[in-house]
């Protein structure tokens, strides 16, 4: 017959409990240092089990934090692809819009120019008219505003 092994859990608060009872009862006993030694393994094993319980959720979150950065890093890549096409597209209508406004810079010149030359053209044909002997000189039109 093949025996089957039992697995025991350990309880580490259950032993921690028993060897202080046994230091409790037993002040005296040969067995002190060694529970006493036990009782600070026990509460070492604890404490490097919490550091590890501590240090396992620190690097899960910090592996949820990383994934959504990079995630963020990513949309931000987007965005900031999109936005020098815009940039690109502003530069070019910019560009545009400046020989638009030189363009009639220039028109807005000839037509002043063409403007005075009638002003003179009208003077010139006024002082015709109103150097004819008998002649009244012509009313002069209302400015509109």
């Known amino acids: 017959m093949v025996k089957k092994k039992r697995h025991r859990t350990i309880d580490p608060a259950k032993a921690r409990a028993v060897f202080s009872s046994l230091i409790q009862r037993y002040p005296q006993s040969r067995w002190r240092a060694a529970a006493e030694n036990l009782i600070r393994l026990i509460d070492e094993?604890?404490?490097?089990?919490?550091?590890?319980?501590?240090?396992?959720?620190?690097?899960?979150?910090?592996?949820?934090?990383?994934?959504?950065?990079?995630?963020?890093?990513?949309?931000?890549?987007?965005?900031?692809?999109?936005?020098?096409?815009?940039?690109?597209?502003?530069?070019?209508?910019?560009?545009?819009?400046?020989?638009?406004?030189?363009?009639?810079?220039?028109?807005?010149?000839?037509?002043?120019?063409?403007?005075?030359a009638l002003e003179e053209q009208v003077k010139e044909a006024e002082a015709k008219i109103a150097a004819r002997p008998g002649t009244k000189p012509p009313l002069k039109p209302k400015k509109s505003s």
């Open 45 to 116: 094993g604890e404490a490097a089990r919490e550091t590890d319980r501590k240090a396992r959720l620190l690097a899960e979150q910090l592996l949820t934090e990383r994934a959504r950065a990079l995630q963020e890093n990513e949309q931000l890549k987007s965005q900031v692809a999109g936005l020098q096409k815009e940039n690109l597209a502003l530069k070019g209508e910019m560009t545009t819009f400046k020989a638009d406004a030189e363009a009639m810079k220039k028109q807005f010149e000839e037509l002043t120019k063409q403007k005075q």
